[in-house]
């Protein structure tokens, strides 16, 4: 019997950030150097992003001043240790949110809960948000919890494997999945390319997957793994005196375009463009731009992802899950394949093969509009093809 994801929730903090406004933010900071006022505004630019969530208010000039950003409008560097404060403070409610939400929806109430995974790593606590979920939403107290952490945008697959392990062991298990993150915690001020490609797409944000054995919903019918070792000094994630820094090459698109075909060749029957959805963490316009001229796939196959990554940025973990909700929500007709796949540091990339069951949708053509199925600002010309890495590329380059 395979595991089903029989509902999804998100959550998303109150602040919402406009990308234009952001911009002129990160623009405008005293301490910026040269190359910084030209990336700045090639990176954000470029991002495809229109907006995004976080849980700090003072990056939004409309909120008051904070450690972040200060009476003048100049961003300020908290230590690893005073982020790490805010995670431990805010993070808790998205988790719970999130997890509510994808109880609601699913029709299963929290007392048949069995298994609890939780997902993040853009923050380190404990007791962890875990226990939070436990007693937010009256988990049983002998509910089986289980945390992955720091292993970056592509976490929520090996969540989702051991949930299908979790399932195939006891058909009767309820597992409770959880992604939240709070990437904005680690923005600052920066000449630094990485830094600005960081600072131009993260968002905040947490999503929850209730997944059994039975039901409607998104069956998981296999997953692959591929990590492309050349990759693995192009993409990390590490702790610094500054927050956690990120390593984010111009390299990273065109290794995702000239691997991922042979990455998720395991779960194709056919051609890629065969199958109608592809959920594909938006790490930015080029990876999404990448992958789905390798694949030869629509853009009415890749809508969900540029609309997630236009309303929400990157959420890290979180984002293949809205991408996954935005697909079902769209309308996905009833047995047809769905790809998801993200990439994370190594570097790898993670994908699973899923089915729609009991959907009610019998019509081949998506429920899209034209403002979600169509990216204007797409273009495979190659002098053209640019989004916040390849524009700091240019801009350095670099390309």
């Given at each position: ?7 999804i929730g ?52 409309a ?6 950003r ?6 300020q ?11 431990r ?38 007791p962890?948000?875990?226990?939070a979920i ?16 720091f292993?970056?945008?592509c976490?929520a697959?090996p969540?989702l ?7 195939a ?7 409770l ?13 920066s ?13 905040d944000?947490?999503a ?17 793994t591929t ?10 994630w590490n ?14 698109p ?5 691997t991922?075909a042979?990455?998720?060749?395991p779960?194709?029957?056919g051609?890629a463009?065969?199958?109608?959805v ?20 629509s ?11 236009r309303?929400h ?15 079902f ?16 540091p ?18 081949t ?24 890495v390849?524009?700091v ?7």
């Amino acid at each position: 019997m395979s595991a089903t994801i029989r509902a999804i929730g998100t959550a998303v903090p109150e602040t919402t950030l406009d990308q234009v406004a952001v911009r002129e933010l990160f623009a405008a900071q005293p301490g910026l150097g040269r190359l910084g006022r030209r990336l700045v505004p090639a990176a954000f630019d470029a991002s495809a992003v229109a907006h995004r969530h976080t849980v700090l208010e003072e990056l939004d000039l409309a909120g008051r001043p904070g450690r972040f950003r200060d009476a003048d409008g100049t961003l300020q560097s908290p230590s690893t240790g005073t982020r790490n404060d805010r995670y431990r403070e805010l993070a808790p409610a998205l988790f719970v949110e999130s997890a509510r939400d994808a109880l609601h929806r699913s029709g299963i109430g929290p007392a048949d809960v069995t298994h609890l995974v939780t997902v993040s790593c853009t923050g380190f606590t404990q007791p962890g948000p875990d226990l939070a979920i436990v007693e937010g939403l009256g988990l049983r107290r002998t509910v089986f919890r289980q945390h992955i952490g720091f292993m970056g945008c592509c976490a929520a697959f090996p969540a989702l494997r051991i949930a299908d392990a979790f399932v195939a062991a006891d058909p009767s298990a309820v597992v409770l999945v959880v992604c939240a993150e709070l990437c904005t915690l680690h923005v600052r001020a920066s000449d630094d390319p990485d830094q600005i490609v960081a600072n131009s797409v993260f968002g905040d944000g947490a999503a929850a997957a209730v997944v059994t054995a039975d039901g409607p919903g998104l069956r998981l019918d296999a997953f692959a793994t591929t990590v492309v070792p050349e990759g693995a000094p192009e993409m990390a994630w590490n702790i610094g005196d500054e927050g956690f820094e990120m390593v984010l090459s111009t390299a990273v698109p065109k290794l995702v375009g000239a691997t991922v075909a042979e990455a998720v060749a395991p779960l194709l029957d056919g051609p890629a463009a065969d199958v109608p959805v592809w959920a594909v963490h938006p790490g930015g316009r080029a990876i999404l731009d990448r992958t789905q001229d390798a694949l030869g796939l629509s853009d009415n196959a890749m809508a969900s992802s540029r609309a997630v990554l236009r309303e929400h940025g990157n959420m890290s973990s979180a984002t293949v899950l809205f991408v996954l909700r935005d697909a079902f929500d769209a309308g996905i007709t009833d047995g047809a394949p769905v790809i998801a796949l993200a990439f994370g540091p190594g570097l790898t990339v993670e994908s699973a093969r899923l089915t729609a069951v009991g959907t009610g949708v019998t019509d081949t053509t998506r429920t899209t509009d034209a403002t979600r199925t169509t990216d204007a600002t797409r273009t495979t010309d190659a002098t053209r093809t640019t989004d916040a890495v390849d524009a700091v590329a240019l801009a350095t380059g670099r390309a």
